[in-house]
């Protein structure tokens, strides 16, 4: 199966810092999406993005599927931030598969 | 709106028990899934469902039974509780299938399997 690679895989921030989350995938997908798990365990969807740039608010991703990977940008960190950043990339049926995640930490 | 909501939020359960996970929702979505997560990994989906009456199987559906007799109610169902099922369960639903529509998750199960 199609393997998800997320770098880095921990990383610690001071508040107001940017920072860029990578996810590299092995083969062509039709999807991906990136979603933010907080530190008590709630998950919310960030982006649906199978290619080009979305931009929400301080967030902003980029996939170039041609190349296989996808950027998460965070810019000027919050607190709130803090918690596991995963991306899930599907091919064409319902069954995505999932990275492990990058897990931030921002200190105020 | 409560959104998805699942219950218990936590469960102990002897090798061997059996148990239903409840997940509700009140969107009026179409689409509901189970997901796993278990320590330091993504999700892995159990089972899904585009609708009452039609659920399929995910990437890990062994061990695991699910229906869907309404549009509101997509319950998990652990046969024959086994320690590798220890994990946490997360419910989702969207308001059609599709990576496209927003999930929106439930807080989560927390299962261990003694």
């Known amino acids: 199966g199609i393997q998800v690679e997320q770098s880095p895989p921990d990383l610690i921030l001071q508040e107001g810092a940017n920072s860029t989350l990578r996810c590299n995938f092995s083969?062509?997908?039709?999807?991906l999406q990136w979603f933010h798990q907080n530190p008590w365990g709630q998950l919310i969807n960030l982006f649906y993005i199978p290619s080009g740039t979305k931009q929400n608010g301080r967030l902003s991703a980029t996939t170039v599927a041609t190349e296989r990977y996808s950027l998460l940008y965070i810019s000027s960190s919050q607190t709130t931030d803090s918690g596991v950043y995963f991306c899930a990339v599907e091919r064409g049926s319902y069954i995505p598969t999932f990275g492990r995640g990058t897990s931030l930490i921002v200190h105020p | 709106n409560a959104g998805v909501t699942q219950t218990p939020k936590f469960q102990v359960l002897k090798t061997g028990q059996s148990m239903t996970l409840q997940c509700a929702q009140d969107m009026n979505h179409e689409y509901m899934s189970w997901y796993r997560q278990d320590p330091g990994m993504g999700l892995r989906l159990i089972h899904y469902?585009?609708?009452?009456?039609?659920?399929d199987q995910g990437e890990v559906p062994n061990g695991y039974n699910v229906s869907r007799s309404t549009t509101e109610d997509f319950p998990l169902r652990l046969l024959s509780a086994a320690p590798s099922q220890t994990s946490v369960y997360f419910c989702?639903?969207?308001?059609?299938?599709?990576?496209?529509?927003?999930?929106?998750f439930g807080p989560g199960t927390r299962l261990l399997v003694l």
């Open positions: 989702a639903s969207s308001r059609t299938p599709g990576p496209q529509e927003t999930q929106y």
């Open positions: 083969d062509s997908v039709n999807n």
């Open positions: 469902s585009v609708g009452a009456g039609i659920t």
